[in-house]
């Protein structure tokens, strides 16, 4: 089936350091979207990218979508305590008809003070 | 977060029980999902509905069973489950489903341990 792929599955970083995370995908997506899950938690809708090459920010967050729409990044600058938890990338199929989302395996950061 | 809530948010059940999982979501959304999230797979769909109709099923065991009487509320009906069931179980709900896609909107879980 329709796969996308994550990583690194895991990152364990100094606080302050940077963190990013890639997601690919073999075939065009029509979209890509980003989760957060907290250790304890359940997944929470970060971002939508969905045109080529586009560039999202959120304060420390900087998200991109390839210019072939099969790729994606989501970077953390100077990383905090509170960033900790697994980041997922999801994956919008074209030619999809009702299926939904592809989610990656996700990546677990870690975050030590 | 009270958007999309699940019960019960822990259930213990032997392999020869009987039990249901239930959502519902208060944000008038078309879409629902049941995921199952475990050490091996994270993030594993198992059924979509959309406007009560089912749309997927992706290679689900029989002895989960999915109901979605009305848009607001899906049900997951467990029987004779197996130990490697157990399991965090995630209900989301997006606008809609297809190539169009939203965003989806978790529920807490339900923490699944079949002994």
């Known amino acids: 089936g329709q796969q996308v792929m994550q990583i690194p599955q895991y990152q364990h970083v100094q606080e302050g350091e940077d963190f990013t995370t890639y997601c690919n995908s073999s075939t065009t997506l029509s979209n890509i979207q980003w989760y957060k899950q907290r250790p304890g938690g359940h997944p929470v809708f970060l971002i939508q990218?969905?045109?080529?090459?586009e560039v999202k920010k959120q304060k420390r967050l900087t998200f991109q979508f390839g210019e072939a729409k099969k790729n994606s990044s989501l970077h953390i600058t100077a990383t905090q305590t509170t960033d900790v938890g697994t980041y997922f990338c999801?994956?919008?199929?074209?030619?999809?008809?009702?299926?939904?989302?592809?989610f990656g395996k996700g990546t677990r950061l870690s975050v030590i003070a | 977060e009270t958007g999309v809530t699940q019960t019960p948010r822990h259930l213990v059940m032997g392999m020869t029980n009987k039990k249901s999982l239930k959502c519902e979501q208060h944000?008038?959304?078309?879409?629902m999902y049941w995921y199952k999230q475990s050490a091996k797979k994270p993030l594993e769909l198992m059924f979509v509905?959309?406007?009560?109709?089912?749309?997927e099923n992706n290679s689900v065991p029989s002895r989960f069973s999915p109901e979605c009487p009305n848009s607001s509320h899906l049900f997951l009906h467990l029987h004779t489950l197996q130990p490697e069931d157990s399991a965090l179980y995630l209900c989301a709900s997006s606008q809609g489903a297809g190539t169009n896609t939203y965003e989806q909107y978790f529920g807490p879980g339900t923490r699944l341990t079949v002994t």
């Open positions: 944000l008038g959304h078309n879409a």
């Open positions: 999801a994956g919008g199929m074209l030619n999809s008809g009702n299926t939904p989302l592809v």
């Open positions: 990218l969905v045109k080529s090459g």
């Open positions: 509905y959309n406007f009560k109709e089912q749309t």
